[in-house]
């Protein structure tokens, strides 16, 4: 599945996903504060355009996160994406100490507004996620632990980034399940403007 980058379309090869960057989330979860960032990914079919409660008879929960298109060395667009996680599965496998791409890695687990150009200045972004028209999500990249900056170099240190991959750099507090027929908005802002957005409507 390709995103929307300007007038283009883009099928990135891989999805690298920051863990743990908030602190209010690290919290309402109840996970201890890393000692380093932490890293996983999703592979490029993840991505969709449509937003389900559930996949392979397992309940989803949703997690918005500023998001950014890496090309020429740099993150050259933005959006507001949802990463999609199977939370129950994810919980135990960790209890076992297995790897939990199952729980994150699936097909359906991403969903992007159209990535778009922006001022250049990560502190000026944010996102806000609405549910029905209640904001249920809202954060910018102050609250972060791990600024873009830092999560780009991090991840260059020892992993290769292609063209058109995307960065999903963490999630605020606010997660939770996702409810059939609900109405997700999902919207990033640079300062007070609104850069870019998009509305789901969730199927069963």
Request: charged letters at 25%; proline letters at 4%.
């Amino acid at each position: 599945m390709t995103v929307e980058a300007g007038n283009r379309r883009i099928k990135p090869g891989k999805i690298v996903c920051v863990g743990r960057n908030y602190a209010a989330h690290i919290k309402e979860l109840g996970n201890e504060i890393p000692e380093n960032m932490v890293l996983f990914m999703k592979p490029g079919s993840c991505v969709t355009e449509k937003l389900a409660s559930f996949h392979c008879g397992e309940p989803l929960h949703y997690e918005a996160e500023i998001s950014f298109l890496y090309e020429k060395g740099r993150f050259s667009m933005a959006a507001i994406g949802l990463d999609l996680t199977k939370r129950g599965l994810q919980s135990r496998l960790k209890e076992k100490g297995l790897p939990w791409e199952r729980a994150k890695a699936f097909d359906g687990a991403a969903l992007f507004s159209p990535f778009v150009p922006f001022g250049g200045d990560f502190l000026h972004l944010s996102l806000v996620l609405e549910i029905n028209g209640t904001i249920v999500q809202s954060a910018s990249t102050d609250l972060m632990m791990y600024k873009p900056d830092q999560i780009l170099k991090e991840i260059t240190s020892f992993m290769t980034l292609e063209e058109g991959d995307i960065i999903m750099t963490g999630t605020p507090a606010g997660v939770g399940k996702i409810e059939e027929n609900s109405l997700f908005r999902g919207v990033l802002k640079e300062g007070k403007a609104i850069l870019s957005e998009r509305s789901w409507q969730v199927s069963q």
